[in-house]
């Protein structure tokens, strides 16, 4: 069973800089797809995938992030990292890391983490 636990995020004015982590822990990271999603307030049960870092270390992204955010994996460490820069308010959300085996399915989620950006 993987266990992803999540460290990071808080409150941040827009223009800033914040780095998200999940660490992972049952499994090496190269079996796995992650992927970082969020949800955004008043959109219960609606999770948009912001990045995916395949188990090739294929990345790709969403489209309002490209360029800002860079999804990336330490094997050594365990861990997959988020780093945002130049945030918007549009971003504030709750952060979510997953993993799967295939890259349209994932079975494993960290907590969450709130991320929220002020004028």
């Known amino acids: 069973q993987l266990q992803l636990v999540q460290s990071g995020g808080g409150l941040v004015q827009a223009g800033d800089s914040l780095r998200l982590s999940c660490e992972v822990s049952?499994?090496?990271?190269?079996?796995?797809?992650f992927a970082w999603f969020r949800q955004a307030p008043g959109k219960e049960h609606e999770y948009e995938r912001v990045?995916?870092?395949?188990?090739?270390?294929?990345?790709t992204y969403e489209d309002s992030v490209k360029g800002r955010f860079t999804i990336s994996r330490d094997n050594a460490d365990n861990t997959v990292y988020l780093q945002m820069e130049s945030l918007k308010p549009d971003d504030t959300s709750v952060y979510y890391c997953?993993?799967?085996?295939?890259?349209?399915?994932?079975?494993?989620w960290g907590q969450g983490t709130q991320v929220t950006v002020s004028l």
């Open positions: 997953a993993a799967g085996l295939m890259p349209t399915n994932f079975n494993f």
């Open positions: 049952g499994r090496a990271l190269n079996y796995y797809t």
């Open positions: 990045a995916t870092i395949g188990q090739s270390g294929t990345v």
